[in-house]
């Protein structure tokens, strides 16, 4: 499923659930592991820089590589490491472009705020397929990291593109899939309350929709087989039904695409994606439903991959 899994570590307590993910899902699929630690230079531009302390920290960045390449190797994984220097942003994300096909970014705690500058740049500049890290959150169901699994999809076929992934997890794993789908309700957004009429055209729409959805996830659940559930809610919008889910069901892991039937390849990712990053509290896995050289990126989103050599 994943061939190559890129994951840059912070140095801190956060890279060790995003190296037991990495582990996990690298010895499932077959996959490599690729780690990488940047030395970044003093912060507000150009200053000198202890050249003792400078040595000081590489030979701790390179100890601490050979620490964590070591432990997955002696797990059976093949891995290699590489310790750049200059900007993080930069050059995790022209690793990623080198051929990987999973990013796994370890984050802070879930919460508002808690995706930072770094991962942030690096999610909306890679355009490769994420798994988001957060935090040091416990497996909630039997020990496994992905003992059940929400997967959200609007019905589209680019949503669809997460589909071989969570077949993955569920037979590999033995995930428990939850196939979430939101019946968003028609809005109006008009100074004056809608009229009955209206009120009525907008059921039915609800209705119709609820129906397709149903007969939907119920294809999609036969399909992946090993009982998976499906959970379809009406709502105003899809991002707070979804958050109330993730609530209810408390998955250890969120599976959606980077866009749905409403998304522009000029940005990186759909609106409820954005928010699902942004405001979610478990582990996320998102994946581009294109490889990122067929992006259409605004220019200033566009990363220079010539930089670095």
Partial sequence: MFSHLLLPLTGTDLDRPAIAHARDL????????????????????????????????????????????????????????????????????????????????????????????????????????????????????????????????????????????????????GAHVILAHVVEEPSVPRPLPPVAEERQLAARLVELNTAAATQYLGDLATGLGNGAETRLVAGRRAAPVLHELVRECEPDLVVMSAHGYGGDHTWPFGEVTTNLIGYGPTPLLVIHDLPWQERAARQSDATEEEWGG
């Fill in 26 to 173: 690298a010895l499932e699929s077959g996959g490599t592991v690729e780690l990488m630690y940047v030395l970044e230079g003093p912060a507000g531009g150009p200053q000198a820089v202890d050249a003792v302390e400078w040595h000081a920290r590489r030979l701790a960045g390179q100890a601490y590589l050979e620490q964590v390449t070591a432990q997955l190797a002696d797990a059976g994984l093949t891995v290699s490491h590489c310790l750049p220097e200059g900007r993080v942003t930069e050059h995790i994300v022209h690793r990623a472009h080198q051929g990987a096909d999973l990013l796994v970014l370890p984050t802070g705690a879930s919460g508002h705020g808690h995706v930072g500058a770094v991962e942030g740049q690096v999610l909306w500049r890679s355009f490769v397929s994420t798994l988001l890290v957060r935090g040091d959150a416990p497996a909630r169901h039997g020990g496994s990291l992905y003992g059940t699994v929400l997967v959200a999809l609007d019905g589209s076929q680019r949503a669809e593109c997460v589909l071989p992934a969570v077949r993955f997890l569920a037979e590999r794993f």
